[in-house]
T-cell receptor
């Protein structure tokens, strides 16, 4: 059974810092990995999707990497801003259509 | 264009009542998913539709839960004889692709269900 773990559960940083969020998964036979952002009381916003054959994806200040063999992904956020404060969720898609989610990292960026 | 729309946004009901939650996916999206997000449990898959068929219902927690999709569009998740442990945020997502595609899932804002 696939399990996804995100560390740390919460992170507080000053504005302008570069930071890394971690995601690990137990079954390396994944189809893709997706990073989401969730603001309080809202649904999930897709940030980046990395296919199993890819090593990384970039969008603006965000860069996600994937090491499938070791079961790890990282989300790098450059020059963090208070507007980046949210919960970040990692999810993997395996042999079925469903996504298996981690419990998220709650990020607070302080002005 | 419009995103995934869910209604109601909030629902409070008494234990034992039935509830219906609605999801209107992005136009043209053939795949539709229901998930549940509860405190301490994170996000859990409930059911997946491809068109009007549900090839994966493995996440439905009991036979009190059912879902249908009509016309390849709107889906309804029904919970019968609600229990307090059903309190959660129910999220719907859709994606454009067929099975095994690498299309991202797009989520609605969810229905927050509270059982008194």
């Amino acid at each position: 059974k696939q399990e996804v773990t995100q560390i740390p559960a919460a992170l507080s940083v000053p504005e302008g810092e570069n930071l890394v969020l971690n995601c690990s998964f137990t079954d390396s036979a994944i189809y893709n990995l997706q990073w989401f952002r969730q603001d309080p009381g809202k649904g999930l916003t897709s940030l980046l999707l990395i296919q199993s054959s890819q090593r990384e994806q970039t969008s603006g200040r965000l860069n996600a990497s994937l090491d499938k063999s070791s079961g790890r992904s990282t989300l790098y956020i450059a020059a963090s801003q208070p507007g980046d404060s949210a919960t970040y969720l990692c999810a993997v898609k395996g042999g079925s259509e469903k996504l298996v989610f981690g419990k998220g990292t709650k990020l607070t960026v302080n002005p | 264009g419009a995103g995934v729309s869910q209604s109601p946004s909030n629902k409070v009901t008494e234990k034992g009542k039935d509830v219906e939650l609605r999801c209107d996916p992005i136009s043209g999206h053939t795949a539709l998913y229901w998930y549940r997000q509860s405190l301490g449990q994170g996000l859990e898959f409930l059911i997946y539709f491809q068109g009007n068929s549900a090839p994966d219902k493995s996440g439905l927690p009991s036979d009190r839960f059912s879902a249908e999709r009509t016309g390849g569009s709107v889906s309804t998740l029904t919970i019968q004889r609600t229990q307090q442990e059903d309190s959660a945020v129910y999220l719907c997502a859709s994606s454009p692709g067929a099975a095994n595609s690498n299309q991202p899932q797009h989520f609605g804002d969810g229905t927050r269900l509270s059982i008194l």
